[in-house]
Nanobody
Framework: QVRVVETGGESVQAGGSLRLSCTVS????????LGWFRQAPGKEREEVSCISLSGVITEKLDDVKGRFTISRDNAKKVLFLQMNNLKPEDTAMYYC??????????????WGQGTQVTVSS
């Protein structure tokens, strides 16, 4: 059974930082690209970024470029999202995903349950 578990979400003030983590079990971690999505209340889910098996990063949101950094530790089987200079508009449920292939694509294999990030002004 595949399990995708996000941690690290919490309430912070604008300008603060958070690091989200995602652990994956039940499959071979270093066979897949990984990524982060988010969904704010009343809005559609949007892809934040993706990192391939080899570490190639695809950033999907202009709003977070320069503030959010995706990374992965294949030895520890953990995916990270470092979020700096957080803004109230970053408030959302953040989801970790396992992609279908070793490279980034639009094919999502597994979703996590999400971790809530709330940024107050």
């Amino acid at each position: 059974q595949v399990r995708v578990v996000e941690t690290g979400g919490e309430s912070v003030q604008a300008g603060g930082s958070l690091r989200l983590s995602c652990t994956v079990s039940g499959l071979t971690f270093d066979n897949y690209a990984l990524g982060w999505f988010r969904q704010a209340p009343g809005k559609e889910r949007e892809e934040v970024s993706c990192i391939s098996l080899s570490g190639v990063i695809t950033e999907k949101l202009d709003d977070v470029k320069g503030r959010f950094t995706i990374s992965r530790d294949n030895a520890k089987k953990v995916l990270f999202l470092q979020m700096n200079n957080l803004k109230p508009e970053d408030t959302a449920m953040y989801y970790c995903v396992v992609q279908r292939y070793r490279y980034c694509s639009d094919k999502i294999f597994h979703w996590g349950q999400g971790t809530q990030v709330t940024v107050s002004s």
